[in-house]
Structures are given as structure tokens and as C-alpha cells.
């Protein structure tokens, strides 16, 4: 046993959570290494007849970790051995990456309260993590690292930016928790340094032009603010805190209504007097029939490859007919950059190419908005641009928002196939592969992923009767531990569900870590505490 006055177990338990913390941004070795230092330290402490009696009377911790069991029992029906040892993603690997469903309720659930006091500095430490790796990725995306970005989500270097976005929005809230509660007293400074920290991470959501991240704030924000309003009785703060968000709902309607009605704004073409020849005399290539459209520019019309191939070999390394630097035709991407800037696809275009302009083509975007990197226009066309596509019959392969069209309509048939009890834990992936096989699915092999949405994994896997299940194990805790008004708890929950709806958010160790730690920290870890605002 260890009775040192600093190195005990408390100190070592509260070591574990902080390492863990830290660890979420930056590195899933180190959340690895910490839930090692808080088993071991659990272990070691022994008190196992307390600990014992805590986990038969604190039902919500049994409850949670019912969700591995399920996991467990999944094996049952899975496929042996594909299923299991199989490539990819496997049962195994699975219930691996899953162990933090069966850890750290335990640890955490029979372990001493953190009060206010831990919790915030442990909350701090995570806060200033996420705000360092947000400022390496500002340094990697203005060029001062070595690290190769060719596209703005690159500039996320530890972990998938959809899973930083999401830390990014638990920081800022509980920034905007520590300042408003009235459980919290901070200094002048404090709050000062709070607001521009807040500040800061809204706008580097923006830079990182995660569209999960951005809903997440927004929608959090929302609720959050009906929220407040409810809780305070002054009938002129409820009537502003109404109109502000009414505000916010209109303007971002008609900010997207505005880019669509951009989009489909087209420029006139008279097929008759239409020019043939390019300025130097070679002839035009006009396609009347293609509906490809780049800011209001037809892109099969004024091409003169000839022209295009000479003119660009000489001011690029990349050749004409190779591929850019995301491993698309550069022919293609010069075709559709020159359209989105209203250049004709010809030598008289090629020379008012910018250097900018060159590097961007080289780097693979296909059009010019994407210059501007820090606006949010760039991705909002982006997804209008590949659902025009994918209506107008393209193949969606590589294009996120339209994939995930096809893989709604593959779950959909998995589902009707396997409604009760599921495919079995580690079976989704190889389940959705034979589906797009007897669908003769447009997307590429590397492109057939599963789901992008975790409570249609959960019901893929375990079918309707493990769904259920999953989901009362999750949400009963709320109602056993007394946390529906926890301020910061339903927050956390807020965030954690939109982002479920959108990816796999416990498929990757990343991803359950955040959730379990979170979940647990908030609903088991804390001192029962009322609260106020």
C-alpha cells in the first residue's frame, strides 16, 4: 500500500485522469498509458470489499458496462473466422479498442468524488491541450512545420479532425461553464483569458472547416441558450435570448440559401455564335450536353487541351497528364480551377494563372474559393457541389457528403436483413461489402466504408434488441446518478450524440475514450453537488 503524503493512491488515480485528459488531442499512445496507470493503481489500492459493495449498489456503473457485454455476447454470432481474425476491422479489434466501456466505469465509479475544485483544474489541463494543438495546426497550416497539407483538415496532425472538432467544442463549453456559474469565483484575468480562449476556438473551428464541429457548436449553442433563458426569470433577458437565437436560425438559412441560389446562377450561352477557335487559332472542344458547372461556369465548354497540356508543362512540375498531389487527374482539376476563376481552357487562360493559383491546382482543389481558406462559403459549396453531382447521375467515390447517400441505402437493406439481433460484433464492415457487392454499388472499393453514424452501427451489429439495450444502458445512468440538470454532463451528452449521428464515434480508440472519459468523468467521478447558476 502506498501512504506517502504526495505519492498515494488518490494522487495517483487523479495522476491517471489528468494524463488522460491531456492525452485526448494529442495522442492515443498516452490514453493508452493512462487508463494503464489508473488500472494498475485501482488494483494496487486494493479496498476490493468496498469496492465490491460500491459496484452492487451503484447500478449505473453495472448498467454501462452492460454495453461491452453486449459487445461480448455479439461474439457469439459472429462469423468465425473472417469474423473474428479477418482483415480490417475485426471482432477483436473491437472489443479491444471498446475496453474503455468496461474500465473506466469501474475505476472511476468505485473511486473518490473529484469536488469542484479537481474538476476544474482537471477540465484546465484538457482546455489547454486542445488550445495548443489548435495553435500547432494554425503553425502547420501557415507553413511553419514540415508537415504536408493538402487539404485544411490535414492541418489536424494527432487525431481526425471530426474528433478535434468535437474536443475543441467541450472546451469551449466548459469555458463558458466556468465563467457564468455561479459555483465558480474567477478573477479579472481569468475571465479576461477564458473570453479570448473561447474566442479563439470559435474561430479556428471555422479555420478547420469541420461541418460536424460547426452543426455541434451551433445546435449546442442553441439549445444551450433556450436553456438559460428558461432558468432565469427576467422576462426581457428571455425575450433578447428569443430573438438572438431566432436571429441565428434565419441568418444561417439564408446565408445557404444564398450560395445555392449563387450555384445555380449560370452564365448565358448562345450555341450559335459561340467562338470555335482560341485567340492562336486552334479549335475549341464544346460539350452542350454536360451539366458541369464550377461558380456558375460550364467547365465542358472552351477547351483546347492542346493549348492547355503546352501551356501548363511549362510552368509546372506536375505534367499535364499525371496526377496532383490528392492523386486526381491534374487534367481535370485544371479544367474545373479555370472554369471556377471564368478563364477560358486555353493558353490565354493558362497565363493568367496566378502563382497562388498554380500551387493550388498542384495541390489538387478545383476551384478558386478554395483560396480562402479560413471561410466557411469553400465547404458550404463543396457539399452543394456533390450533391448536384451525385443527383446528376457522377459516381459519389470520394466525395463525403454524396457517399454517405449510398451508404444510407446499403444500412438500410442490412438492416431489413438482420433486424432482431444484428451481424454480430466485428461483422458490420464485411456485412456492408457484400451488400454493395449484390447492389453493384458506383463506389470504389476504397470508398465502401460503413455507416458514418454510430446508432446505426449499434443496430447493424446487435439489431433492434441490442439497440435498445445500448441505449437504456446509456441513458437511465442520467436518471440513477441524478445529472439531468448538470450543467455540464448534458452538454457533453449534446455534443456526443450530434456527433453520433454524423460518424462512428466508438469505433476508433479516439473516439470511445472521449465519450467513456467524459460520460463517467461527469456522471460517476463527481462529488454530488447541486446545481445553480
Known amino acids: 500500500m502506498l501512504n506517502y503524503r504526495i505519492i498515494n493512491h488518490n494522487n495517483l488515480y487523479y495522476l491517471g485522469l489528468t494524463v488522460l485528459a491531456i492525452a485526448l488531442p494529442v495522442s492515443v499512445f498516452l490514453m493508452s498509458v493512462a487508463q494503464f496507470i489508473l488500472v494498475i493503481n485501482w488494483i494496487l489500492e486494493g479496498n476490493f470489499r468496498n469496492k465490491y459493495y460500491t459496484l452492487l449498489h451503484r447500478k449505473s456503473i453495472l448498467l454501462f458496462v452492460s454495453v461491452y457485454i453486449v459487445h461480448i455476447l455479439g461474439l457469439i454470432y459472429t462469423n468465425y473466422p473472417e469474423g473474428f481474425f479477418g482483415e480490417g476491422y475485426n471482432a477483436l479489434k473491437d472489443i ?62 494527432y487525431i481526425s ?54 452543426t455541434v457548436l451551433i445546435i449546442s449553442g442553441l439549445i444551450l441558450s433556450c436553456y438559460i433563458a428558461g432558468k432565469v426569470k427576467n422576462l426581457y433577458f428571455r425575450i433578447f435570448m428569443a430573438g438572438v437565437t431566432i436571429t441565428v436560425i434565419l441568418f444561417l438559412i439564408l ?59 511549362r510552368i509546372s512540375s ?43 491546382i498542384e495541390k489538387g482543389y478545383a476551384n478558386c474559393i478554395y483560396k480562402n481558406r479560413r471561410s466557411l462559403y469553400p465547404r458550404i459549396y463543396e457539399i452543394i457541389w456533390e450533391l448536384d453531382r451525385y443527383h446528376k447521375g457522377e459516381n459519389p467515390s470520394g ?3 454524396s457517399q ?30 457484400l451488400q454493395y457487392s449484390k447492389m453493384k454499388s458506383p463506389l470504389k472499393p476504397e470508398c465502401r466504408l460503413r455507416a458514418h453514424n454510430q446508432f446505426v452501427t449499434f443496430f447493424i451489429t446487435f439489431g433492434f434488441i441490442g439497440f435498445l ?29 450530434i456527433s453520433m449521428l454524423n460518424e462512428d464515434t466508438w469505433e476508433t480508440q479516439a473516439g470511445v475514450t472521449f465519450f467513456v472519459f467524459f460520460y463517467v468523468l461527469f456522471l460517476m467521478g463527481r462529488k454530488p453537488e447541486s446545481e445553480k447558476y
Open 161 to 214: 479532425h471530426i474528433r478535434f472538432s468535437l474536443l475543441i467544442n467541450m472546451a469551449i463549453f466548459s469555458l463558458g461553464y466556468f465563467l457564468f456559474s455561479k459555483k465558480t469565483v474567477l478573477s479579472a484575468f481569468e475571465k479576461a483569458l477564458f473570453t479570448v480562449v473561447i474566442s479563439w476556438l470559435i474561430i479556428f473551428l471555422f479555420i478547420l472547416q469541420s461541418l460536424t464541429g460547426i
Open 404 to 433: 454517405r447517400i449510398e451508404y444510407f441505402k446499403t444500412e438500410r437493406l442490412i438492416i431489413k436483413n438482420n433486424f432482431w439481433f444484428g451481424v454480430g460484433t466485428g461483422d458490420a464492415q464485411k456485412e456492408f461489402n
Open 469 to 497: 439495450w445500448i441505449m437504456f444502458a446509456i441513458i437511465y445512468p442520467i436518471k440513477l446518478e441524478r445529472r439531468a440538470g448538470d450543467f455540464l454532463f448534458i452538454i457533453f451528452l449534446i455534443i456526443a450524440f
Open 96 to 157: 479491444r479498442i471498446k475496453l474503455p466501456v468496461l474500465l473506466l466505469p469501474v475505476i472511476i465509479g468505485t473511486s473518490e468524488g473529484l469536488d469542484l475544485k479537481k474538476l476544474k483544474y482537471l477540465l484546465l489541463l484538457f482546455i489547454a491541450s486542445v488550445t495548443a494543438s489548435t495553435l500547432i495546426s494554425t503553425a502547420t497550416l501557415l507553413g511553419f512545420t514540415n508537415y504536408p497539407v493538402n487539404d485544411i483538415r490535414d492541418i489536424s496532425i
Open 399 to 401: 466525395h463525403s457528403i
Open 255 to 313: 446565408y445557404v440559401r444564398t450560395i445555392i441560389t449563387k450555384y445555380y446562377t449560370m452564365e448565358h450561352i448562345e450555341r450559335e455564335t459561340i467562338d470555335k477557335v482560341t485567340l492562336l487559332g486552334n479549335p475549341y472542344y464544346h460539350n452542350f450536353n454536360s451539366t458541369a458547372v464550377e461558380n456558375g461556369h460550364y467547365v465542358d465548354l472552351f477547351v483546347c487541351e492542346k493549348e492547355l497540356r503546352d501551356s501548363w508543362n
Open 318 to 360: 506536375i505534367k499535364f497528364d499525371s496526377l496532383d498531389n490528392k492523386k486526381q487527374e491534374l487534367k481535370a482539376t485544371l479544367i474545373r480551377y479555370l472554369t471556377s476563376k471564368g478563364l477560358r481552357k486555353d493558353a490565354g487562360g493558362i497565363s493568367r494563372l496566378s502563382p497562388v493559383d498554380i500551387a493550388m
